[in-house]
């Protein structure tokens, strides 16, 4: 009977550990926090974010430094509002640029910061003041096929007849 008492709590030991670690897992992988994040949290507006999801990387140089915490719709500006969460120990100049970019062609999208060249730095809370919005594949097509003039506005052939 104490032989078979030892095997299932054995047995039930290592169940618990497996499930540990299929949740630590999870978590690491699914790139979650469980506990608030750390960091400084900056802001960046953007007239278009085009397709950015919550939990996208923040890169400098290829190197992921954060993560897009949230993005919401300023409604006096309609514009898209970015929060980012920059690691620990990592600071942004005050004239950095942040850039909605796609990894690859067709990849998903991320906010590459290029660094300033200011003494300053910015503080948790702060504004990324240049900001460059995500390149949009159909209005360069459109560009391309109607020109660059706006609202689709013919050339005038009266002139060309004279």
């Not at 630590?24 to 085009?50: C, D, H, P, Q, W």
């Not at 503080?123 to 660059?148: H, N, P």
């Amino acid at each position: 009977m104490e032989r078979n008492y030892r095997l299932e709590l054995t047995v039930g030991f290592f169940m618990l550990l497996g499930i540990i670690c299929l949740g630590y897992l999870s978590i690491k992988l699914g790139k979650m926090e469980v506990i608030g994040g750390r960091g400084t949290l900056l802001y960046a507006k953007f007239v278009n974010v085009g397709g950015l999801k919550e939990g996208a990387e923040v890169e400098i140089a290829g190197v992921p430094i954060g993560r897009v915490k949230s993005i919401e719709l300023d409604p006096n500006t309609y514009e898209a509002k970015v929060a980012l969460l920059i690691k620990p120990g990592i600071r942004i100049q005050e004239d950095a640029i942040a850039a909605v970019k796609t990894k690859g062609l067709v990849g998903e999208k991320f906010i590459e910061i290029t660094p300033g060249a200011s003494d300053r730095y910015l503080k948790s809370g702060d504004y990324i003041k240049e900001t460059q919005s995500a390149f949009s594949l159909e209005d360069a097509i459109g560009r391309l096929i109607f020109g660059s003039t706006s609202g689709g506005e013919k050339k005038d052939e009266d002139s060309l007849e004279e």
